[in-house]
């Protein structure tokens, strides 16, 4: 069974389908759960009107299922008010290498 770091690196492999960043230094992971053999991620988005839900959604699934002893994946989208402030230094630095930040 995985930890939820091992879930988080995993998800870090993840970009956003806009920018070169990953879903986690983004800011939009905003909890992650192991029962087992089911992962339970909290997700949100940068804007309620985001073109590429289902496709993020999907690339999680993808990911997360190629992990060894995760049989089920389940997204729960909050609506947690997003914020550049939520962008990990990381993610600000590769932002600012690319020219968005």
């Known amino acids: 069974m995985p930890g939820v770091e091992e879930v988080r690196d995993a998800l870090r492999e993840?970009?956003?389908?806009?920018?070169?960043?990953?879903?986690v230094d983004l800011g939009l992971i905003r909890g992650i759960e192991v029962e087992?053999?089911?992962?339970?991620?909290?997700?949100?988005?940068t804007c309620m009107g985001c073109p590429a839900m289902d496709m993020i959604q999907d690339d999680i699934r993808e990911r997360l299922l190629r992990m060894e002893d995760v049989g089920e994946v389940d997204i729960e989208v909050v609506w947690d008010s997003w914020s550049r402030r939520d962008i990990t230094p990381l993610g600000r630095k590769k932002l600012r290498e690319v020219g968005v930040v």
Do not use: C, N
């Not at 993840?14 to 879903?23: F, G």
């Open 14 to 23: 993840v970009l956003d389908p806009e920018y070169p960043i990953s879903l």
């Open 36 to 45: 087992g053999e089911i992962v339970r991620i909290k997700l949100t988005y």
